[in-house]
């Protein structure tokens, strides 16, 4: 069964500084995908990054970028230069292919909340 | 990315009613999925909506609760059918991009009286 942990529930950084959200997952299958998604309190799920089990280079977009330590299981989103705009939830997600789809699952989520 | 509309994007609703959610794509898409989100909770999987063929349920959803429609390659319909206070939650379509990439609906808040 796959599974995807995030241990921080919530999170405080100060603006303009970096943050790592940490995510760990279980697979047993070699190709996967991860997702990283953020939730603003509209409710509205916002693509950031994703990352293929096969790629050889970590994901990045604009001031986001993952760690991907495949070794570790570990798939830690990084965000450059927080800003207030920054605070929302944020989910980890990952995609294992089967026969029928391609579905993704869910971390429980981490709040982030950057202070001025 | 692909760009979706849900409509309602808000109700509020009495128990034992159904509501009808539609989603609509900018794009011809092979496979279509519904989630639901419960207050503080991530998102579930409740279905994957294919066209022309019956939906697949995850566990713990059934047809009788959450029936699916999905008359062509850009557009879906998930009903709460005989709705309780417990299913008051956000409810979001999503579908796959041309590069894995997987984009989410802005959802419809539910809540039921």
């Known amino acids: 069964a796959q599974k995807i942990t995030q241990t921080q529930p919530g999170m405080f950084v100060q603006e303009k500084e970096a943050v790592t959200l940490d995510c760990t997952y279980d697979?047993?299958?070699?190709?996967?995908?991860l997702f990283w998604y953020k939730q603003p309190s509209s409710g509205e799920m916002i693509f950031l990054i994703y990352?293929?089990?096969?790629?050889?280079q970590n994901a990045t977009e604009g001031r986001y970028s993952l760690n991907f330590q495949k070794a570790r299981k570990s798939a830690n989103l990084v965000i450059s230069a927080s800003q207030l705009g920054d605070s929302a939830m944020y989910f980890c997600?990952?995609?294992?292919?089967?026969?029928?789809?391609?579905?993704?699952?869910f971390g429980s989520g981490t709040r982030l909340s950057i202070r001025p | 990315s692909a760009v979706i509309s849900q409509k309602p994007s808000r109700d509020i609703c009495q128990r034992g009613t159904s509501l009808t959610i539609q989603c609509q794509v900018d794009?011809?898409?092979?496979?279509m999925f519904w989630y639901r989100q419960q207050p503080g909770q991530s998102l579930t999987l409740i279905a994957t909506?294919?066209?022309?063929?019956?939906?697949?349920?995850e566990s713990g959803f059934v047809i009788d609760k959450f029936p699916i429609s999905r008359p062509n390659l850009t557009f879906s319909t998930l009903t709460v059918s005989n709705m309780s206070p417990e299913d008051s939650s956000i409810y979001l379509c999503?579908?796959?991009?041309?590069?894995?990439?997987?984009?989410f609906g802005p959802g419809t808040r539910l809540t039921v009286l």
């Open positions: 990352q293929g089990s096969y790629d050889q």
């Open positions: 909506a294919n066209q022309g063929s019956e939906a697949t349920y």
């Open positions: 697979t047993s299958d070699p190709s996967y995908g």
């Open positions: 997600a990952m995609r294992e292919p089967d026969s029928s789809a391609s579905k993704i699952i």
């Open positions: 999503s579908v796959v991009g041309t590069s894995n990439e997987q984009f």
């Open positions: 794009s011809q898409v092979t496979m």
